[in-house]
């Protein structure tokens, strides 16, 4: 989890206050300049006209040196690395307990196979075995597509609770598939959701989003939202196979024994460019708050690291092995006072 003022946004101000600073300093200095100046022109016999064209000048080159300085810091990112676990007999993803990302996944590729046979038959003919990353199979697709999903349903249920609970309700609005066409087209969850009444008790799937905002897709695969203070891109990564998840996990905790599964890495990409105009602005930025609190749940949700620290692994596998020897031992001690009665 991060800490409080870690967020794209909270970093993003916490560089906009520098540069606020900055040109208060500056503003500052330029007022003792220009006290010293005025000497320098009675001194030097330059005209009204001269001077003020070197001071404009010096001035400009100020502004834009500053400008330009913190406009690299208008775009920050973050990278949320999540795994999945592949069933290699029924080809398919298994659900983790307690992995809210897996078990969303899992639920959502169920549902979508249950309505659309071919989704099924592509993904059945072209499953993940042996999948790597730069493969072009369908299955990788699908997997994309699926987080894709599973990022902008869970922005969408963010937001309502986030301006729910400020009494704000009015801050968002509803897009349908009328304003989300662009996205349609390379998203077959989306498609499928947002006219299957088999979803989430029979109630098609609405994207909720900041009002005024645009989404489009660009570069083919990535998502763009456009708000008012920023743009947020989203990518969805298939990173081929896993090897950091521990082989005892999948023993203890899913019941799967050494070669029916495959463990893979997948990422979700968030980059937020910061509109020029918000370095100035001094309204509303309360209002996008949301941004920071929707990437902690990102990464609560998603995150590999996160989930194996909040099921504390490290202290359960340690118990879980202390109890398996346990039973083992009384069940030899057993065997073998069994063994002594018999002779």
Request: aromatic letters at 12%.
């Amino acid at each position: 989890m991060k800490s409080p003022g870690t967020g794209l946004l909270s970093g993003f101000l916490s560089k906009r206050t520098s540069f606020i600073e900055l040109l208060l300093t500056v503003l500052l200095l330029a007022f003792g300049i220009n006290l010293v100046s005025s000497s320098i022109i009675g001194l030097f016999d330059l005209s009204d006209r001269t001077a003020f064209i070197i001071g404009l000048t010096f001035c400009l080159i100020a502004i834009m040196y500053s400008v330009k300085r913190f406009s690299g810091e208008r775009t920050r990112r973050q990278i949320v690395q999540g795994f999945i676990v592949h069933g290699t007999t029924q080809r398919a993803i298994v659900s983790v307990p307690e992995y809210d990302f897996s078990e969303k996944l899992v639920s959502y590729l169920s549902l979508a196979f249950d309505r659309d046979s071919e989704l099924k038959d592509s993904w059945q003919k072209n499953s993940l075995h042996n999948a790597k990353i730069d493969d072009d199979r369908i299955s990788i697709q699908i997997v994309k597509e699926v987080i894709e999903f599973y990022v902008l349903k869970l922005l969408s249920d963010h937001l309502k609770d986030y301006f729910k609970a400020n009494s704000r309700r009015e801050n968002i609005q509803e897009y349908d598939r009328e304003h989300i066409q662009d996205l349609l087209r390379k998203n077959r969850f989306l498609d499928l959701f947002t006219t299957s009444k088999i979803y989430e008790k029979y109630a098609s799937f609405v994207l909720m989003l900041p009002k005024g905002s645009r989404i489009s897709r660009i570069n083919h695969n990535k998502i763009a939202i456009d708000t008012n203070k920023f743009i947020i891109i989203i990518d969805a990564y298939f990173l081929g196979v896993n090897k950091t998840i521990p082989q005892s996990f999948h023993k203890y905790c899913l019941s799967l024994s050494e070669g029916d599964f495959e463990d893979f890495s997948v990422a979700v990409e968030v980059t937020a460019h910061f509109k020029l105009g918000t370095l100035f602005s001094v309204s509303r930025i309360q209002y996008y708050q949301w941004l920071d609190s929707f990437l902690q749940l990102l990464e609560e949700n998603i995150s590999e690291r996160s989930f194996f620290e909040s099921i504390k692994w490290n202290s359960l596998r340690v118990i879980i092995e202390h109890l398996e020897n346990k039973l083992a031992l009384k069940k030899d001690r057993t065997i073998t006072g069994q063994l002594f009665l018999t002779y």
